[in-house]
């Protein structure tokens, strides 16, 4: 799988060539922030209605698929539940991210606009994201490119991170 960078903003976001577009929420901060409070706002509050009717809410293991157009430039919008946000670790993360690449090859999907569980808020590290990232799908040929939402800084650390962990399992 190859992994490439979109800036966490609204401009960036709107120039990725993909089909679909994976945020998260937790079930604990109203209203959504990172990447599904970004589209949130794009889809004129249609996310934080349903969170607040309590038709999803965010609990772990949750998913909700959403039309995009003609709001954003995405045909899907897939909101991945992390649960509570305190308890929240490399469990929950591989979890989350087992549940994204499940979703996105149930919908025979190869390229997708994807923010990595827990990162908007800083609650995992981008090194221990990607890593984990990697060894949950790393190897999958279900998956072309996954552009992933990170700032400028966390993509060098990232991109240092994929490097070791390719020439790691290339050597193993």
Known sequence: MDFRFVAPDLRHLDSAGAEVCVGSIWSDERPARGLAGLLDWRLGGRLGALMQSGFVRGDRGEALLVPGKPHVPFEKVIVVGLGARGPFGEDGFR???????????????RRAVVELPGRACGAIEPELAIALTMDCV???TQHDTWWLVE?????????ARAAEERRRTRGA
């Open 95 to 109: 979890e989350a991210i087992l549940r994204i690449s499940a979703t996105l090859e149930g919908l025979r999907v």
């Open 151 to 159: 700032t400028a800084a966390d993509q060098r650390r990232i991109e």
């Open 138 to 140: 790393g190897a999958s």
